[in-house]
Nanobody
Framework: QVQLLESGGDSVEAGGSLTLSCTTS????????LAWFRQSPGKEREGIAALHAGAGPAFYADSVKGRFTISRDSAENTMFLRMNTLAPEDTGRYFCATKVALACWGDDWFDRPKYTSWGKGIQVTVSS
């Protein structure tokens, strides 16, 4: 059974940084795409970054490009989301999610229904 566990959420001031972690268990190989989604108050859950567990490029939503970096530690089955220059609009609950795939693709990495495993989410609050 695949399980995802997020950690690293916190409350920070605008301009600050945080690093979120997502540790996966239950996979027997690295053929999955992992994405971070964010649900801000009053908004739909949106994809903000994705990276394949094995290899391949990272993908980002325009709203976080240049500020957020997704990375992997394959040995630890963990992916990270480094968030810099945080703004109040980055406030929300952050979820990691995975789908079995040979790659993350640019045209659907953000497609929420295609992800089959989800973490419970973790809160990030950015104050102005």
């Amino acid at each position: 059974q695949v399980q995802l566990l997020e950690s690293g959420g916190d409350s920070v001031e605008a301009g600050g940084s945080l690093t979120l972690s997502c540790t996966t268990s239950g996979y027997t190989d690295r053929d999955y795409c992992l994405a971070w989604f964010r649900q801000s108050p009053g908004k739909e859950r949106e994809g903000i970054a994705a990276l394949h567990a094995g290899a391949g490029p990272a993908f980002y939503a325009d709203s976080v490009k240049g500020r957020f970096t997704i990375s992997r530690d394959s040995a630890e089955n963990t992916m990270f989301l480094r968030m810099n220059t945080l703004a109040p609009e980055d406030t929300g609950r952050y979820f990691c999610a995975t789908k079995v795939a040979l790659a993350c693709w640019g045209d659907d990495w953000f497609d929420r229904p295609k992800y089959t495993s989800w973490g419970k989410g973790i809160q990030v609050t950015v104050s102005s």
